[in-house]
């Protein structure tokens, strides 16, 4: 069973499978699937690859604001947006232990 991905941006903590963001208050936002598919592109690849349509310009605009990232995601006018100070949570849980 493949575990559970989990990452940091700035104070929000984004778990792969999961359309609830967390902030460090604990406080949940939920987001939609669209807004879902593209947090995860960005987080497990740092980027998301498009073309910079209005459609594609709306739906980031709409996670900016919905989770403060104006600083976090940013355009590549080659191909799409980049995600930066993404870092990958490790676990721990499991560690010292033989496989």
């Known amino acids: 069973m493949a575990a559970i991905r989990k990452f940091s941006i700035g104070s929000l903590r984004f778990e792969e499978g999961s359309r609830v963001v967390l902030r460090a208050d604990g406080s949940p936002t939920r987001l939609s699937f669209k807004e879902y598919v593209v947090m995860h592109e960005l987080c497990t690849t740092g980027r998301l690859r498009t073309q ?13 604001k919905k989770l403060g990232l104006d600083a976090h995601i940013v355009v590549d006018w080659r191909d799409g947006y980049r995600l930066l100070n993404v870092i990958e949570e490790q676990d721990t849980a499991d560690h010292g232990r033989p496989a």
């Open 52 to 64: 910079i349509t209005r459609n594609a310009h709306n739906l980031i605009y709409r996670l900016r």
